[in-house]
C-alpha cells in the first residue's frame, strides 16, 4: 500500500484534498478569537471595561448584516474606549487561553515547514503575548491596531490594516502569498470571515471546538471540534514516510 493510501486509511471521512493539502501545506493561518483563543477578545476587552452588554448589542447589529465590520469595530471601541493602562492590566490579570491542541498543532505544522500566521479581526496588543508562548513572533501576526494618545488614551485605531474592514482576511492572505510564493494554503477559523479567505487559501478548515457556527461547518473543506484532528493527519503521515 502506497503511503499516500496508508494514511488515507486513517482518515476515511476527511477528502484528499484536504489530506492533501495539510501534509503539503507551506503556508496556514489561523484566525484568534475562538479560534486559537477559546474566547472573543473584543469582548473580553468589554467586559474589563465593564461595557460588555453595550458591546455585544452593536455585535449583534453586526452579525446581523446592518451595519459594516468597520463601523462595528469602531462603535464597539468607542463604548469601551480601551486605555494603554487598561490592556496592560487585562493582559496581566486576565490573559486569553489557548485553546487545547493548538500550540501543538503550531508545532506540527513547523517540522513540516509550514509557516504559521495569525490573521485577525482582533487586536495585536492582545495576541502577540499569546503568539509569543507558541513561539509566532509578531511579525508573523496580522490584525488591528489600538491607537492611544500621549496620555494612553484611546486615540482610535489603524485603519490601513487589512483586518479593519470587510474581506481584509481574504487580502491578508493574498498580500502573504504575493510576498513569499506561497504554493498551499490554509486558513483555519470558526467563522464567515474565515471561510471568505478561500481563495487565497486552498482549503478552509472550520474550527468549531468553542462555538460551532452551522454556515461555517456548510461552508468548510473540512470541520474540525479539535486541533489534534489536524495534528494527527501530520503524526501519521511523518509514522507512514518513516515506515516506508
Excluded at 474589563?48 to 449583534?60: D, N, W, Y
Excluded at 493602562?85 to 500550540?103: E, Q, R, V, W
Excluded at 502569498?177 to 504554493?183: R, T, W
Aim: hydrophobic share 40%.
Amino acid at each position: 500500500m502506497a503511503p499516500h493510501d496508508k494514511l488515507r486509511s486513517i482518515f476515511k471521512e476527511m477528502p484528499d484534498k484536504v489530506v492533501s493539502t495539510i501534509i503539503n501545506c507551506d503556508c496556514i493561518c489561523f484566525d484568534v478569537d475562538s479560534t486559537m483563543l477559546t474566547s472573543e477578545g473584543i469582548d473580553e476587552l468589554a467586559k474589563f471595561a465593564g461595557k460588555l452588554e453595550e458591546v455585544k448589542t452593536i455585535t449583534r447589529k453586526a452579525m446581523g448584516g446592518t451595519m459594516s465590520f468597520r463601523e462595528s469595530l469602531t462603535k464597539r471601541l468607542n463604548i469601551i474606549q480601551p486605555t494603554k493602562s487598561m490592556i496592560a492590566d487585562m493582559i496581566t490579570n486576565a490573559p486569553p487561553a489557548l485553546s487545547p491542541g493548538f500550540k501543538e498543532l503550531v508545532k506540527g505544522m513547523r517540522s513540516i515547514g509550514s509557516e504559521v500566521y495569525l490573521v485577525s479581526g482582533g487586536f495585536d496588543c492582545l495576541i502577540v503575548a499569546a503568539a509569543a508562548e507558541c513561539g509566532i513572533p509578531a511579525d508573523h501576526v496580522i490584525a488591528n491596531s489600538i491607537l492611544f494618545d500621549v496620555e494612553g488614551n484611546y486615540a482610535g485605531f489603524d485603519k490601513t490594516r487589512f483586518t479593519s474592514e470587510t474581506m481584509g482576511k481574504a487580502r491578508a492572505l493574498q498580500y502573504l502569498k504575493n510576498k513569499h510564493s506561497f504554493s498551499k494554503m490554509i486558513m483555519v477559523g470558526d467563522g464567515m470571515t474565515d471561510s471568505e479567505a478561500r481563495p487565497p487559501a486552498d482549503i478552509f478548515i472550520g474550527f468549531g471546538g468553542n462555538v460551532c457556527r452551522e454556515a461555517v461547518k456548510e461552508t468548510a473543506d473540512w470541520f474540525a471540534t479539535d486541533f489534534y484532528s489536524i495534528l494527527e493527519v501530520i503524526t501519521s503521515n511523518t509514522k507512514t514516510n518513516g515506515s516506508n
